[in-house]
């Protein structure tokens, strides 16, 4: 079990990679390379994709994950390792191609809105019609 780990925020940061986090003692059974996480970051509560385990801490005061989004991987480890080398034969960051292989949300639907193009039959035109039918 481990206390810390890299995350990779969802959308990426321009000019960083990964964040190092602390683990809460609840969710170091639960956590897995793959899982999406919940984690603050500056003033925002952003998700973010767990990269892998952290050996040692960055100096600073490390911020807990606030909750894991996921009951598995939602990026498969076979996934996350081709994410991996693609970071590293392309030279870009992880949290990058990370990005482009998990969905983004689908915007909520607009109010919908209902309109009538065609207008209602009189009582006479209704009856034409019926003589008319086989």
């Known amino acids: 079990m481990h206390g810390l780990v890299q995350i990779a925020p969802l959308p990426p940061v321009p000019l960083h990679d990964l964040f190092t986090y602390r683990v809460p003692e609840l969710l170091r059974p639960r956590i897995?390379?793959?899982m999406r996480v919940r984690m603050p970051?500056?003033?925002q509560t952003r998700t973010g994709v767990v990269a892998g385990f952290a050996?040692?801490?960055p100096p600073g005061?490390?911020?807990p994950i606030l909750e894991v989004l996921d009951?598995?991987?939602f990026v498969p480890p076979e996934l996350l390792e081709l994410c991996r080398w693609t970071a590293g034969y392309y030279l870009?960051?992880?949290a990058d191609v990370l990005a482009t292989v998990v969905?983004?949300?689908l915007p909520a639907p607009a109010n919908e809105r209902v309109v009538r193009l065609v207008r209602r039959?009189?009582?006479d035109e209704e009856a034409t019609l019926a003589r008319r039918a086989p």
Do not use: I, K, Y
């Open 41 to 43: 970051l500056g003033r």
């Open 92 to 94: 870009a960051s992880l």
């Open 61 to 63: 005061e490390l911020r």
């Open 121 to 123: 039959l009189t009582a």
């Open 71 to 73: 009951a598995d991987p």
């Open 55 to 57: 050996d040692a801490a």
């Open 32 to 34: 897995q390379p793959g």
């Open 103 to 105: 969905p983004v949300s």
